[in-house]
């Protein structure tokens, strides 16, 4: 006798899982080296598409004995062959941009010691190196070297610098009466003599942006250069106005504006608007100014938003990085504080930390939204944050990512950790920490991300210094992968079939997109394997259940398997089919760059799992229909917290027809349940319970799920729970037997009350003495209040009213005062008594006259709780009483018996001759003496005045002597002949 039976796909689950791989591969890492001893080469790093350009701002200087910085080029096109490059320094090969270089290099005026040649380079976007030498300097008369700063800009056919801080006649300036910080009106200002432009710089396809920090007594500011035409075509680039930040009053002395220098469109109109940091600014905080420079020199920067940090000390403003990472089109903010400490009671230092900002627009207003902070590894002294690098969108997830810096990390051999962005902003957790064996400082510079090797997937390039290496990481493209199990024709497969075709498929997309390159195959390995119905064995296919699998990305490859059903089987339950993918073997070991390797999204799925229910006894047409009544019912209607009553509800489904396949029930929840049955699962607060397939007719099940009591409020009321009944073999219309729902009412309640004492007495004697001396009387108002449950009661309000001509020597925690009461709100659990301690003051200098009037003064205090069902109230008096006074009888007999022996005493003393005694001789030169010592100790206060005076005349010589803007300039005529 054959079974009827008949196939349907009733259940598929996904699986999430993926053990993705590093986006940069670490082994087959290019080192890049000076061909000659070179100090700090790897202090600035800056790659573009024809190279990686190197600064070592402290090297010598091959041409000459001095140590002018030197930068170097290094090739970066043959990256698969090449792991230890030699970088040679500009201006000694024979290529036509070295002989332009060069000619400007045997400049004596131009080239000069210790200026930091290299200490900032950036690539321009027509593939220039733009180079800067913040402490290049300028002679003035014999005793002055102004560090004005200059920058250079080198491309294959013209060398240019750029001399920003060079005008004689704003060296220094006189201050006005605006802004007392910078001394009195008339104070000698350096303004651009020690400027160091070129200190930092950001060069965007629309401007070169040039930190000066030094500007204006250190006040710091920026200089702004434009390009003629749009990406440099035209190597000349127009200065803008310098802006004078001793207008701008968000900045002062000694505050480095311009220590780090970014640029980015927040708004919708589209302007490129500057980013400088202020490590020192906002009193030691840290500040960045957000600004759209103004036209007029003297006037203040046009600040459009300022971010301020919130950690003294922190250098909060170091280094910036403008990116979008939340993938809204608007550039974000992320900004860099290498000096932050975490504050969790164990002692750190520098740990260092970047800040995120999100950028919201709105018409023509944009505002910057804090979003935490990202901080590596948190080792101290790490200095995480010391640079931060955009590098684009590397695993195609639509948001871009960046590199941070943590140089002294893992003792001071340094680490780059990757952190992606998302929708929210990056994500706290890193994805990538990368570290070089026997590297110092490394991650001190970080370049902007590049695609050197055209996978779609920009490279890598860090920076150092103290090992004079530089590297190149390359990054491996992203494939998103995901499993899945098909059973075509499910639903029409013969009566009689006791086999069925299932297709095992694996998907697999690029999600960074392959272009340019046709050849460029990304291929996958993994090994596959199957799992079907591993507990009683119930149905099983010819072929192996595990093998090995390669996809090359884009393509999809499904793997067609014959699963039979033994005719025998109890089919009562599902037969469950599982197809798992594991990653093939790491990528991370070989020395050499995995070509045609691709790595996994963070959202591949590669397990999946297909439920089949096989269904019987459906009647002759063998098309089951079931009907199901769904119930659903609170434990308790209502739910009194602290009772024994039960927080939860009952749902029941009976089955009154043909038996019930794959039905189940969604379950909407107030509040997390306490446990829940095997039969259902949770997923954010929605509980989905799985029939028992079958369900017979007249069978029923029934779910009690108690659930947690979360809310922390006395107020009365409702939680809702809504059940929706899922049943695939209905196909009536009626929608309302599908949906339940109830209210259960949460109803606090707690019995309170409230007793007072006063201490020490209720009554106190005040003594005479103690009046008299017009001091305070001190005493205590104790008052208790009581919840007897059962329920916890939170916010509970209570006032408080104060007696008058007292006052309370110390505050209330959860008071607020409001003129002679305090309203004060607490939360108090049940069966807990709140005390609550009234230190009370009475001045006796004040109001002593009330009390002496009427000899006793009541000091009373009140205190109410007002609730809607209950009203209490307590009051405790203290009655000062004052002491009765003395009679004055005694007194006056005494000072008359006084009187009367004075006078006898008088008589008999003048008889005598007492009151006509002489004046002591010595007196007059005792007073002498003291007149000397007195002018004596004067002369020595003077003295040492005027030697506090020379020493600081000493101290004004090392000072700039300008004058004014007249005498400079007449200054630089005499220099001229
Ligand atoms: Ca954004
Ligand atoms: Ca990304
Ligand atoms: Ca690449």
Known sequence: MSMRVEFSVLLIINVLFCECSNVY???????????????????????????????????????????????????????????????????????????????????????????????????????????????????????HLLQNGMCFMLASRMAKEYLPLVDRSRQAFLSDEQRSEYGEFGTHLNYYAYGQAGFSVKVSESSVILGAPGLVQWTGGVVEYRPIDKNFKNSYLSKQTTINSYYTKEVGPDEYLGYSVESGVFDKNGTNLIVAGAPRSHFGYGQVLIFEPSIRENSPLNIKYKVVGDQLGAYFGATLCCTDINGDGVVDLMVGAPNYVRKDGVLHYDQGAVYVYLTNTQETHFSLEARGYISGSEVSGARFGSSIADLGDIDGDGFNDIAVGAPWDDDGKGAVYIYRGGRNGLNKQYVQRIAVEDSRTFGYSISKGVDMDENNCSDLAVGAYNVSEAYIFRCIPTVFVSVSIIVPDAVNLPVNATNFTALFCVNSTPRTTIKNKAEWLMQLGFTARITIDTKENRASFNGDTEYDLYIAAGNENCDEKIVMVKPTADLSRPISIKFYLEDNGSLEDSQKFPQNAARLSADSVLQTSFDIQLRRDCGEDLICKPLLHMSLEPLSSTYVPGTNDTLGFRVSILNSEEPSYGAKVHLTLPSPPKRLPSECSLDDLVVTCHLPAPLSRSESVEWEIELEYTYRDSVAKELKVVANLEDPLYDGTDIERKRRDIAI???????????????????????????????????????????????????????????????????????????????????????????????????????GKLLQDNSQFNITTKVVINLEAQNKTEHITTTLVLEPAPPIWPYVVGGIAGIILLAVMILVFHKYGFFSRNRPGNFNRLKDQETDEASSSGTTLEETRSTDTAEESVSGADEPTFLTETSSRGLLADNAT
Not at 26 to 47: M, T
Not at 91 to 105: H, K, N, P, T
Not at 808 to 820: D, H, M, R, W, Y
């Open 25 to 143: 591969h670490e082994s087959s890492k290019i080192v890049y080296r000076p061909d000659d001893a070179s100090e700090y080469f790897g202090y600035s790093v800056s790659l573009s598409k024809q190279r990686l350009i190197v600064g070592a701002p402290k090297a010598r200087s091959r041409l000459r004995r001095i140590s002018s910085g030197q930068v170097f080029r290094c090739p970066a096109h043959d990256l698969d062959t090449n792991h230890n490059v030699t970088c040679l320094p500009i201006g000694v090969s024979e290529e036509i941009e070295d002989r332009i270089f060069a000619r400007s290099f045997a400049r004596e005026d131009l080239f000069k010691d210790g200026m930091w040649f290299g200490a900032a380079v950036s690539a321009t976007p027509n593939g220039a190196a733009f180079i800067c030498a913040p402490r290049w300097t300028t002679p003035y008369k014999d005793t």
């Open 745 to 847: 009412l949460i109803k606090p309640e707690a019995k309170l009350a409230v007793t007072g004492k006063a201490l020490p007495n209720a009554t106190v004697a005040v003594t005479r003495d103690k009046f008299s001396e017009r001091g305070n009387m001190t005493l205590v108002h104790y008052f208790e209040v009581t919840n007897f449950g059962p329920s916890d009661w939170f916010r509970l309000p209570v006032q408080i009213l104060l007696p008058e001509k007292t006052n309370l020597s110390s505050q209330i925690k959860g008071c607020q005062e409001l003129g002679p009461s305090l309203e004060c709100t607490w939360d108090l659990p049940a069966l807990v008594s709140m005390p609550i301690v009234l230190p009370l003051r009475f001045d006796m200098g004040l109001y």
